[in-house]
């Protein structure tokens, strides 16, 4: 189970780049201006064996201050590779739990076919970066950030655009193919039209591109909270594989 998991993270950190990261061990330490916690965060890249407590409290304090230099809250991303002792150390020191997410996945259909008024690009288009943001609400001077991230993906993105019957977008997401697998992130509709099916028809149109480029499962991570969203997902076939969270100190 623990190397599925390894897999699925280390995609998931290729798919989603930080502008910056540090490796310490076991350790992969994320920086992105502070957009997005998963760009932001300390990571484990594999599971190891249990540490001595002394030495995890110099690795935390390292990490806080490396995070203090660039001006950035420390987070510590919790996944089922972390060591269990830092979430014991870290909630000791009064350090939150926050934002619990499940990691979902999907077996494609080999007869898979992209849906009618779903597009998928090869390169991020200036409509795609505006109705994005537009519809999830990110501030105008965050989108620097989010574009910089996107353009440093390196394994092959997809820019995918739903839209409605009048021909105006209704729904974005990113797909990216790595190793026989496609990650979806950044899935959002357009608020005006929830529950018009514009998101689903989105998250089948990246399977089906991901597919007709060799992929075989499909993974994406979504909050334990949004119950509609994980609703539709398993529509398509996605359950739960792991579930993490975040642990950052009370501000």
Known sequence: ?????TILEHLSFNAWPALQTLVQDDWLLRFAQGYTKRANSVNALARTAPAPEAGLQRRIAAAEALYARQGIRCI???SPLMDPEVGRLLEARGWAAFEESLT????LD????????VEVAAARADEWSRGYMAFNGVAPERQAIHDRMLDSIV???GFALARDAAGAPAAFGLG?????????FDIVSDPGQRRAGHGQ???AGLM???HARGATRAYLSVLATNQQAIALYAKLGFREAYRYHYRAALV
């Not at 189970?1 to 998991?5: L, N």
């Not at 990216?176 to 979806?184: I, K």
């Open 1 to 5: 189970m623990s190397s599925a998991i």
């Open 76 to 78: 510590f991303r919790m």
């Open 104 to 107: 979902m996945t999907a077996d």
């Open 110 to 117: 080999p007869g898979c076919d992209m849906p009618a008024g």
């Open 155 to 157: 394994p092959e993105a």
């Open 176 to 184: 990216v193919v790595e190793r026989g697998y496609v990650g979806l």
């Open 201 to 203: 028809r989105l998250v």
């Open 208 to 210: 089906a591109w991901g």
